[in-house]
């Protein structure tokens, strides 16, 4: 009955969100005690539902939810693969040949081969680059994505029963600590979830603009950052930028 409710559209409210500060009319606000005529379609039953959305993207809050979601984790996992490879570098517990996260892409882009890992001659890409990359996810992928597009029905008939939703399938597999044994902690998980895989997709168009006005790494930048915060801030970057932009023109 779950599944249908949400596949319709239709959200379902359960009794122990009710009881979650999190959850419902009450809920904390992105303006706080501040008089606002806030969405009436953000009613307080979505995970980490603030009533945030002056662009009017959450019109649909299953799609919006779906969506958002999965981005969140994406960027969670993808800036734990961004901050890894360059402290282990930088404490020398391990030696890669590129550690740097936007290099690494720039240089599949060119063909150059890296070894994969830091290990010599592991190499899954070599010169070929993106199109053996992209030939690889595309097979790791398409299971998983079929399975997110049509329901976690689809897994049925190959013997694979979650007990949850499309975002929350649950079972061994996507569950093994079981934390959604208690419906009330779970519910406050999922608010906790959301807020990190907010903070991470902010924390990537950091990065992205780091990259492009000091070309180095997120940890070199913050370890820059706090031996002078007066000259290594975001603001002189930029203005150095764009000195060297105009220069450079």
């Known amino acids: 009955m779950a599944r249908a409710r949400r596949r319709s559209g239709i959200l379902s409210y359960p009794f ?26 953000l009613n307080g039953q979505l995970p980490g539902d603030y009533g945030f959305d002056i662009w009017g993207l959450s019109k649909d809050p299953v799609a919006l939810q779906n969506y958002e ?9 993808a800036a734990l693969g961004a901050l890894i490879p360059e402290l282990l570098n930088l404490t020398g517990l391990f030696q890669f040949v590129e550690p740097v996260w936007w290099r690494v892409g720039y240089s599949k882009l060119k063909a150059d081969t890296l070894d994969y890992l830091g290990i010599p ?65 779970f519910e406050e998980l999922k608010v906790k979830e959301i807020k990190n895989g907010r903070l991470a997709m902010v924390t990537w168009l950091g990065f992205y603009v780091q990259a492009a006005l000091t070309g180095k790494g997120p940890v070199q930048n913050l370890l820059e950052h706090i031996s002078d915060p007066f000259h290594n801030n975001h603001s002189e970057v930029s203005l150095n930028f764009l000195e060297n932009s105009l220069t450079q023109s």
């Open 121 to 185: 001659g592991l190499h899954f890409a070599g010169s070929q680059g993106v199109i053996v990359i992209a030939i690889c996810q595309a097979l790791l992928m398409v299971g998983r994505e079929y399975a997110r597009y049509c329901g976690i029905e689809a897994l049925e008939p190959l013997g694979i029963y979650l007990p949850g939703d499309i975002n929350y399938p649950g079972g061994v597999l996507f569950d093994p600590l079981d934390l959604s044994k208690d419906p009330m902690a």
């Open 16 to 41: 122990h969100c009710r009881q979650s500060i999190w959850y419902g009319e009450d809920r904390p606000r992105w303006l706080g005690p501040i008089s606002y005529d806030y969405p009436t379609y």
């Open 69 to 77: 979601i999965l981005h969140g984790r994406w960027a969670m996992l």
